[in-house]
C-alpha cells in the first residue's frame, strides 16, 4: 500500500524555508513524497513547482517539479525581512497541515522554522513557540521535544528557561512524563519495543554522593528505581560528562537530560547538519530541521538543506516504523 505523502509546512517566508524547500525536493524527489503548503509566490524565482489539489497528487507530481498545495497568503515577501501581513498565514498553514495529517491525508507533518516575534507582531500569536501550538491543535497536555540523529537521541526535560531556574522546575513529575513520553514514542514510532534510556543527572557527577547536590539522591534514585520496578529499563542518574562518547552511545536509545544545554551541545557537537527535531507525545507524527529561519541569509541560495532532507526522512521512516 502507497502510504500517504508528507505535509511540509512553509514556515516564515522571508526565512530560509522557501529555498529549503526547493533543495529538498531536488535531493529527494526519486526517493520520499512530500509536499509544500504554502503561497507559490514566496518560492525562489524559477523553481520548478508542480501544483496539486490535493495531497493524494503528490506522489506524481514529484517527478515535475515541487509538489506545492497552494495556500494564500495577504501579501508577497522579502527574504530576510518579515511582514506582519504574513503571520496569519504562518500559523493557518499549519492548522491545516494538523488536519490533513490527522484526517490520514498526509502521513507525517514536517514543519519548516517559524519566527516567533513576526508571528506574535503580526497575529498576536499566544503560544511560545511551534510545539505548544500543535500541541494545543491536538489537544494534548504535555509533549517532549526530541533532538535526533544517526548518532544519538536526546530529549532535555526542561527546555527554554533561565539555567537559574532547572532545579526547582525539575520536578519529579516532570522528569516521570519525560520518560513515559520518551519510552512510549521509541517504541510506537521508532520500532524499539524495549528501548534503553540513559538519565543524565542535574548535577556535575551526578551530584557525587551528595557532595555537589542532592537531588540525585532525594529526587531522581527513588523515581527511577520505581520505573524500574514497572519494567523500564533505566541508567542512572548518569554523569553528563561521561555519556555521550561512542562506546557510552552504545549502550542506549535515547538520553533524557535535565535541561537544554546538557542535551544539545552533544548532538550539535557529533553531527551539526542532521539533528533533526522530533515531537513525542503528539496524535501524530512531527518533525523539523534543528535550526531557525536564518533571515542573514535568506534569498542568497546559501542555505543548507541538509537538517530538512533529514526531517523529510526521519518522517517518513517514521511512518514507516509507526504502531
Not at 557532595?211 to 524500574?228: F, H, K, S, W
Request: hydrophobic residues 45%.
Amino acid at each position: 500500500m502507497t502510504r500517504p505523502p508528507i505535509a511540509l509546512t512553509c514556515g516564515e517566508p522571508a526565512g530560509i524555508g522557501p529555498e529549503l524547500a526547493v533543495k529538498a525536493h531536488a535531493a529527494l524527489r526519486d526517493e520520499l513524497a512530500f509536499f509544500w503548503l504554502g503561497d507559490p509566490r514566496h518560492l525562489p524565482s524559477g523553481a520548478a513547482v508542480a501544483l496539486i489539489d490535493s495531497p493524494a497528487e503528490a506522489p506524481a507530481a514529484m517527478a515535475h517539479g515541487l509538489p506545492v498545495l497552494a495556500h494564500g497568503f495577504a501579501a508577497p515577501t522579502t527574504p530576510g525581512q518579515p511582514d506582519p501581513a504574513n503571520a496569519q498565514g504562518v500559523i493557518d498553514v499549519i492548522a491545516r497541515a494538523v488536519d490533513l495529517v490527522q484526517t490520514g491525508a498526509a502521513g507525517a507533518l514536517c514543519t519548516l522554522p517559524i519566527h516567533k516575534k513576526a508571528l506574535k507582531d503580526g497575529a498576536d500569536f499566544a503560544y511560545p513557540g511551534h510545539t505548544e501550538y500543535l500541541a494545543a491543535l491536538a489537544g494534548v497536555r504535555r509533549v517532549v521535544m526530541m533532538l535526533a540523529s544517526d548518532r544519538l537521541r536526546v530529549v532535555p526535560a526542561t527546555i527554554h528557561m533561565p539555567l537559574r531556574d532547572v532545579a526547582e522546575a525539575l520536578t519529579a513529575e516532570l522528569l516521570e512524563e519525560t520518560i513515559r513520553i520518551t519510552h512510549a514514542g521509541l517504541q510506537r514510532q521508532f520500532a524499539t519495543p524495549a528501548p534503553r534510556l540513559a538519565v543524565a543527572g542535574l548535577n556535575p557527577h551526578a551530584g557525587e554522593g551528595g557532595a555537589m547536590g542532592d537531588e540525585e539522591i532525594t529526587m531522581m534514585i527513588p523515581l527511577l528505581d520505581r520505573l524500574r520496578a514497572e519494567g523500564f529499563d533505566l541508567a542512572g542518574p548518569l554523569s553528563a560528562d561521561t555519556m555521550f562518547h561512542e562506546a557510552a552511545r552504545a549502550r542506549y536509545d535515547a538520553a533524557i537530560c535535565a535541561y537544554h544545554d546538557q542535551a544539545l551541545i552533544p548532538i550539535k557537537t557529533l553531527d551539526f547538519d542532521n539533528g533533526v527535531n522530533v515531537t513525542l507525545g503528539l496524535p501524530f507524527i512531527r518533525t523539523s530541521p534543528d535550526h531557525g529561519t536564518a533571515f542573514d541569509i535568506a534569498g542568497q541560495g546559501r542555505a543548507n538543506p541538509a537538517s530538512t532532507i533529514a526531517a523529510l526522512r526521519m518522517a517518513a521512516r517514521m511512518a514507516r516504523d509507526a504502531r
